[in-house]
């Protein structure tokens, strides 16, 4: 297993559980990349892909402004070109609609796996307060509702619908012109700093060897079969190899032979320890286009999109913007007494959809990334396809959608 992310982690607990022998490098520590310090919300309900019907018709000239919630920084945009371009041609209904069926499926059952996780002797933060999403438009609402109640086919629910009054009690902090919400009752959250080292002390408990500090920066390969993962100082041989880098994965699946269209969609993280004003369950306001997620005596502002190419640089302009619309969404959220501002990388594919299976030019390279805004959710299931794919070469769950060879 290369790569200790949540998806690499997850992968790693469900093989060791499938009876494998299992080492796991990352080349930094494990659960300190895009998996620190985002929202941690295992939430089926806004699993959908990226590329939606109608962003294609947004200005782009909004797109190239740096306090745009969904922001190309222009400098990029001739490295960007080709995956733009693809990304474009999957923002329409057809495309979409696909997408959301094969994401219901993949996340289906997902905060019930959070649940037995805690029973399996992983130590994290895990809560199960639902899901709230705000609105301030009637129409952006009902839409939503709409769409939600076609996911209770694959678990999904149960809903409340709020109006106005029913909002304002259930979060009297939030302020703005909104007037209603929906609350998605079964989903759950969890910190995932805390998940990612809770999932990494289980799974070195169970005999898993983790390595971090070790960078993969090659592979020898032998008539089409992986020998061993090399790089500075290392060489690692295994039956199987899983490419689980995220946002950097097209660098090892190229040395493979399968470039994969995985870029950045950087997201950034204010979060704010000690007494502040806070929501009492992970709350998406579409208004300001953020979110907040509540933790043990502290509280995180999470949002953007922003394409900048692969590099974790820091845009202060974008904090700036996230600072903005918390402090018009939820006054005195960023009163606490201590404060940290992230950045992640996002694995984002061009069709918003993750990229989980077989490598077609080795008989034993798997690839597990491009889980974009959902790497949280999409864990757990997509740890035990992996686990499948590996040992019995066949998954029980519809996962065509993701492979590998559609690009
Ligand atoms: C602001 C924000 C909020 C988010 N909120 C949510 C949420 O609420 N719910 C949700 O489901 N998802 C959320 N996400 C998305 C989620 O964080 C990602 O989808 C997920 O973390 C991706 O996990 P990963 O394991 O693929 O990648 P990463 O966590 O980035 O892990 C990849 C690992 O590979 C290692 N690595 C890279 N290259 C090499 C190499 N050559 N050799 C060895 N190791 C290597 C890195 O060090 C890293 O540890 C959010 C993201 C952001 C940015």
Redesign the pocket.
Known sequence: M????????FCAYHLKRAGADVVL???????????????????PSIATPLPAPGLATASLRGLLRSDSPFYIKPSAVPHLGRWLWEFRGHCNADSYTRGVAALAELSRGTPKQYAQLGSDGVDFEYDRRGTLLAFSDARSLEREHRDLMTLGAFGLGPIDALDETGLRKDQPGLAGDLIGGLIIRDEV?VR?DTLCRGLATRIEADGVEVLPG????GFEVERGTIVAAT?PGIEITADAFVV?????AS??TTQLGMPLPVQA?????ITIEGPAATVSR?THVSTAKM?F?PFAGAHRL???MELSGINRRLDPRRIEALERAGRRALPGCLDGATRSDW?????VTPDGLPVIGALATCVNGFV??G?????????PSTGSVIAQLVLEGRVEKEVSAFSPTRF
Not at 343 to 347: A, I, L
């Open positions: 290369i790569g200790g992310g949540v998806i690499g982690l490098i990352d080349k930094s520590d494990f659960g300190s990349g895009c998996s620190f310090a985002n929202g941690g919300w295992v939430c959250h995932p070790l960078e993969v920066s790089g689980a880098t995220g946002a950097e660098f090892l969609g950087k997201g950034y993280s992970p979110g997620t999470l949002g953007t950045v992640g990388m996002r694995p597990a990334t889980h974009q805004m959902l790497g949280v959710t999409l864990a």
